[in-house]
């Protein structure tokens, strides 16, 4: 998938490890300047991160992720807590039907 995408290569980020606060996670994204960045993890800390994103605060926004599914946060500027807008999310049941339809 990586190569489909013409992704750069995966970096750890220790900040979404298990057990992590969301902040630490804000932390390792900030001077950030990528077109874009996939986080890849586990429930809570990714929704946590996504309420930390959009409000300044983990636990402001609830967010169902479903494991396999899709968020879209857009920041304008760097990367900061409370600088970020949801513009989607998709469901894995999203994704296969467009996978299906190709």
Known sequence: MQQEAAWSAPER?????????PAD???ELLG??????????????LSSL???MLTGLA??????LKKGGVVFLDCPDEPA???A??????????L?????ST
Not at 38 to 45: F, I, R, S, T, Y
Not at 59 to 64: S, W
Not at 85 to 94: M, N
């Open 13 to 21: 980020c220790e900040g979404l490890e298990a057990g992590c606060a």
């Open 25 to 27: 996670a804000a932390d």
């Open 32 to 45: 950030r300047r990528a077109d874009s960045v996939a986080l890849v993890g586990h429930e809570p800390q």
């Open 50 to 52: 996504a309420s930390l």
């Open 59 to 64: 636990h402001a926004f609830a967010l169902e």
């Open 81 to 83: 807590p409370g600088k």
């Open 85 to 94: 807008l949801l513009r989607w999310s998709a469901s894995p049941k999203i």
């Open 96 to 100: 296969r039907s467009l996978d299906a």
